[in-house]
């Protein structure tokens, strides 16, 4: 039996997420350290990353992956690409689509055998 290629599916899933999506911003915060052990650490800075993104409502079979009271009327997830986009979302991070930023409340990955292949991230419309 042939191994499926799961770098191919990742490039379509590329490929239809650049057709119907935008670019977009994926923005974390990120620790700065201080020289002088001495002060407090100083405040994160937000770092941006670009990446391929498609926003579409969330359905009834997505209750398993929100967070629990989470009213599915106000929730919509967000597709992106996880070719070009190597980041690992969490729910700490957001990302800036279509002129609104949103902030990540649950992340699903697709990740067969191992294989990045596009990250759905769950936000409050």
Same mark, same amino acid.
């Given at each position: 039996?042939?191994?499926?290629?799961?770098? !191919?599916?990742?490039?379509?899933?590329?490929?239809?997420?650049? !057709?119907?999506?935008?670019? &977009?911003?994926?923005?974390?915060?990120? &620790?700065?350290?201080?020289?002088?052990?001495?002060?407090?650490?100083?405040?994160? $800075?937000?770092?941006?990353?670009?990446?391929?993104?498609?926003?579409?409502?969330?359905?009834?079979?997505?209750?398993?992956?929100?967070?629990?009271?989470? &009213?599915?009327?106000?929730?919509?997830?967000?597709?992106?690409?996880?070719?070009?986009?190597?980041?690992?979302?969490?729910? &700490?991070?957001? $990302?800036?689509?279509?002129?609104?930023?949103?902030?990540? $409340?649950?992340? !699903?990955?697709?990740?067969p055998a191992e $294989?990045?292949?596009?990250?759905?991230?769950?936000?409050?419309?």
């Amino acid at each position: 039996m042939a191994r499926k290629d799961y770098n !191919k599916t990742a490039n379509t899933a590329l490929r239809l997420i650049q !057709k119907a999506g935008s670019p &977009s911003q994926f923005l974390r915060d990120e &620790s700065v350290p201080n020289p002088d052990p001495y002060n407090p650490p100083l405040a994160p $800075i937000t770092v941006s990353y670009p990446c391929q993104a498609v926003k579409v409502p969330a359905g009834q079979k997505d209750v398993v992956y929100l967070p629990e009271g989470t &009213s599915l009327s106000t929730t919509a997830k967000i597709l992106i690409d996880a070719v070009t986009f190597t980041e690992k979302p969490t729910v &700490s991070d957001k $990302i800036l689509h279509v002129g609104t930023e949103w902030q990540i $409340i649950a992340v !699903k990955p697709l990740q067969p055998a191992e $294989i990045d292949v596009m990250w759905t991230v769950y936000v409050n419309d």
